[in-house]
C-alpha cells in the first residue's frame, strides 16, 4: 500500500512539474521613439519575443534604457494577449540630444578667451556620441570626440579623440 501512495505523489509530483507553464513574450513594443531606432534598442534588452517573462529582467532593461543619453524617462506595462502569452510594452520619453556649449573668461594677462563646442549624444539614433570644440585664449586649440560604446554588441564599442591643445 506504501508503494501505491509513493507513486501517486511521485507521478502528481511529475505532472505538476511537466505541465506546468511559463509566461511567455509574445512581443516587445517601443513607445515614444522620436530620434532613436527601435532596433538597436531591441538589440540592448534583455527581454524579447519568445522568452520567459521575467519582471526581473524588464525591470534591468528599464534601468539600463534610463542610463542612455538620448532617454529621460522609460516605464514599461504587461498585458495579457492569450493564457500564458504576454506583450511587453516599453514606453520611452527622450532627451534632447544636441548639446552646445559656450565658455567666456579672461586670462591671467586679460586675454578674452572663449570656447565653442556641439555634441550629438544620440548620433544616428543609435547613442553614439560626436562633436566637437574650438577654443581660443591667445592659441588655438580644438578637438573632436566619437564614441559608440554599443557599436560591435550590446558590451562592446569603440571612441576615438583628437585634440591640438596649446
Known amino acids: ?38 532596433t538597436f534598442i531591441h538589440k540592448l534588452l534583455l527581454s524579447k ?11 534591468k532593461d528599464i534601468i539600463l534604457l534610463k542610463r542612455l543619453p538620448a532617454v529621460r524617462h522609460a516605464y514599461y506595462q504587461v498585458s495579457q ?23 567666456i573668461w579672461t586670462t ?8 565653442l563646442g556641439l555634441y550629438e549624444y544620440n548620433l544616428f539614433g543609435k547613442n ?11 592659441f588655438d586649440s580644438y578637438g573632436i570626440n566619437f564614441k559608440a560604446p554599443n557599436l560591435f554588441s550590446k ?4 571612441a576615438a579623440s583628437h585634440q591640438n591643445w596649446k
Open 1 to 38: 500500500m506504501k508503494f501505491k501512495n509513493l507513486f501517486i505523489f511521485f507521478f502528481l509530483l511529475l505532472s505538476v512539474t511537466v505541465f506546468s507553464q511559463e509566461k511567455i513574450i509574445a512581443g516587445v513594443e517601443i513607445i515614444g521613439t522620436k530620434k532613436l531606432k527601435k
Open 49 to 59: 519575443k519568445g522568452a520567459v517573462l521575467d519582471s526581473a529582467n524588464i525591470q
Open 81 to 103: 494577449v492569450k493564457n500564458n502569452t504576454y506583450n511587453v510594452a516599453i514606453t520611452l520619453e527622450e532627451n534632447v540630444t544636441i548639446l552646445p556649449g559656450i565658455n
Open 108 to 115: 591671467t594677462n586679460k586675454q578674452f578667451s572663449y570656447k
Open 128 to 138: 553614439i556620441t560626436f562633436g566637437g570644440y574650438y577654443q581660443n585664449n591667445g
Open 155 to 158: 558590451k562592446w564599442g569603440l
